[in-house]
């Protein structure tokens, strides 16, 4: 995990090739061409290019009628814009009718850093995924996120992505077969595991790496990309670990934390359990590698964590 590249890069690259593939597919911008990286998109394709300024509901509601007109629509803006300015929007014009309407949602979690809590998307997942029918994804490094854009070419239904904007270690390789929905393992173990999305899977494959160093024991890592459906399977393998560390660029409350127990409960099995994240208030602005140190969920954060629980169990 050496070479580093930004999600926002990766998105704008997989826009493009979207076009390239699918004729019907448009983007619509609320005046973050720039920021978002859908620029590229609307330079080569400026007939499929829409920018209607800074009105987020005014995208959502435009990009639903173009959806209901047959295109596949990519709406681009910040998560916190996304997600709260245009709530109504999203549920009542687009999960209503389940429509193929993408939403790219950057600034995920506190990576907007010294941008401040108005630019964090602190709350967004725990607003979108009570939608009906909504799909929602976090990837976690540029290839993932470029496969998940083409994925959606022929995903039916509405998609929302939380996009961070901080740099990313290459974790997949280009031949990764992603598949919406599927969780994917990275590290397999017997004595834990972490369940992470987006900035925390980085995290947490050296979180294991140090639990085995120092502790001997062999920690699984799953990257659960597609956080709204939860992939059920894999959290039944979780289980099996008795132990398990969920972390999310995200509140606790609402977030994959409470998406993964709820699964848990419903498998009337009892784990020793840990949830890493925000908590439930607003911080100060600063850089985000700090925050996220700050908060417990970098590496040392998910190392104590799986740490405290293997020690539990021991």
């Known amino acids: 995990m050496n070479e580093t590249s930004f999600l926002r890069d990766a998105i704008g690259e997989g826009m493009v090739q979207v076009g390239d593939r699918e004729k019907k597919a448009v983007a619509v911008s609320a ?4 920021s978002s990286r859908a620029a590229a998109f609307m330079k080569k394709y400026p007939d499929r290019a829409f920018n209607v300024g800074i009105s987020e509901q005014t995208m959502v509601s435009f990009a639903a009628g173009m959806a209901r007109e047959g295109f596949i629509s990519y709406t681009f803006t910040m998560a916190p814009f996304m997600s709260l300015r245009a709530c109504e929007q ?7 009718d389940s429509l193929n309407v993408r939403f790219i949602a950057t600034y995920a979690g506190v990576s907007g850093g010294i941008s401040g809590a108005t630019h964090w998307g602190l709350e967004d997942f725990a607003v979108v995924k009570g939608m009906p029918g909504m799909t929602v994804l976090e990837p976690c490094d540029a290839t993932q996120a470029k496969k998940m854009m083409l994925a959606s070419i022929d995903f039916k239904g509405p998609l929302y992505f939380r996009i961070g904007i901080e740099p990313v270690p290459q974790i997949y390789p280009e031949n ?11 590290r397999r173990g017997s004595d834990g595991t972490f369940i992470c999305a987006g900035i925390t899977v980085k995290y947490a494959l050296e979180a294991a790496q140090l639990i085995y160093r120092d502790l001997g024991k062999q920690v699984t890592v799953i990257d659960m990309h597609t956080i709204k459906p939860i992939d059920r399977t894999a959290v039944y393998e979780a289980i099996k670990t008795k132990n398990i560390v969920v972390a999310q660029d995200h509140t606790i409350i609402g977030g994959l934390g409470d998406s993964i127990a ?19 208030k607003f911080f100060a602005l600063a850089h985000a590698p700090y925050l996220y140190h700050q908060f ?11 740490r405290e629980l293997l020690e539990k169990s021991d």
Do not use: C, E, W
């Open 90 to 96: 999203i549920r009542t014009d687009v999960a209503y």
């Open 31 to 34: 005046n973050v061409m720039a």
């Open 176 to 186: 990764y077969d992603y598949q919406i929905g599927r969780a994917d393992f990275l």
């Open 296 to 306: 417990g969920y970098d590496t040392d954060g998910l190392y104590k964590a799986m």
């Open 262 to 280: 709820a699964v848990i409960v419903d498998s009337g099995q009892a784990v020793n359990y840990k949830v890493l994240g925000l908590p439930d």
